[in-house]
């Protein structure tokens, strides 16, 4: 018989199991046993949320309910970032990527994507970074993509608002440059200047389906994304990434990830920067 865990909703072995190859199923994302108190938790408020007293209930919901499919895919997707986070990275694509880019750019073309953005501090950060390196003027065609799986962090993102304490690690000159603070009832809070803002597209995508971009891509962020992937499903990621690659492109990973034995479509330039392989350093 199926173990029950003693808490508030009655959650079987079962149910896990099934979330397990849900979850897989739909993002890639794998679940081992010990992420079950984690999807306990995180579930457990939709089910307060709509009522719910028993997951083979909430499960049973999940199958013939698409809205619910979304809710349930943006709750077990983990949204942790800060701006500038990794720093090395943003002192490398404005001290190097970007002016080497350039040197094979007449036209100041330069196409970024931010692969896993959650609530827009990265890619906003991307955006400042390209505009310190380049002096972004109307002469210049540059466009970021940022995409995410979780259609509620897309959606904050695009807003560019954030509570002060996530803007206070920004140094003040930027804060000043790229920000803009509330007023009245939206005291202690920023907002992202609308010329960050027009550099940016935000949709919803899960990296698992079919991607309606074409690229080329000059630079790709992929950052703390893959370490959810089993090796199968990052070689697949990594080759289509490289797919979408200029021959010259830049892709970056997280702190705790690497491409070793996974893909040797790129070389390893620098602390998790890679270059597609075949580009000129």
Request: proline share 2%; hydrophobic share 35%.
């Amino acid at each position: 018989m199926a173990s029950v865990y003693e808490r508030e909703f009655e959650f079987k072995k079962t149910d896990f199991e099934f979330i397990r190859d849900l979850v897989g199923e739909r993002t890639g994302i794998v679940l081992s046993d010990h992420k079950i108190d984690m999807v306990y938790g995180r579930l457990s408020r939709r089910l307060r949320q709509l009522g719910i007293q028993k997951f083979a209930d909430y499960l049973a919901k999940l199958q013939g309910d698409d809205n619910e499919l979304i809710e349930f895919t943006n709750a077990l997707t983990t949204n942790l970032t800060s701006f500038f986070r990794e720093p090395h990275h943003f002192e490398f694509l404005k001290g190097k990527a970007i002016p080497s880019l350039l040197k094979n750019r007449a036209n100041k073309r330069l196409r970024l994507w931010s692969a896993g953005c959650s609530t827009g501090e990265e890619p906003y950060t991307i955006a400042m970074t390209v505009k310190e390196s380049m002096g972004v003027t109307s002469a210049t065609d540059v466009k970021i993509l940022a995409t995410d799986l979780d259609s509620n962090v897309v959606a904050r993102a695009k807003a560019g608002i954030y509570n002060m304490d996530k803007v206070n690690g920004v140094d003040k000159s930027r804060q000043q440059k790229y920000f803009r603070r509330g007023r009245a009832e939206n005291d202690g809070q920023m907002k992202v200047s609308p010329d960050l803002q027009d550099m940016i597209t935000f949709k919803q995508l899960n990296l698992m389906h079919d991607w309606p971009m074409q690229g080329p891509f000059d630079i790709i962020f992929c950052r703390n994304v893959v370490i959810y992937f089993n090796k199968d499903t990052q070689r697949e990621l990594f080759d289509r990434y490289a797919n979408l690659l200029a021959d010259d492109g830049y892709l970056f990973v997280g702190h705790s990830e690497s491409l070793h034995k996974v893909t040797n479509r790129f070389q390893l330039i620098g602390k998790t920067i890679y270059r597609k392989s075949g580009g000129n350093e």
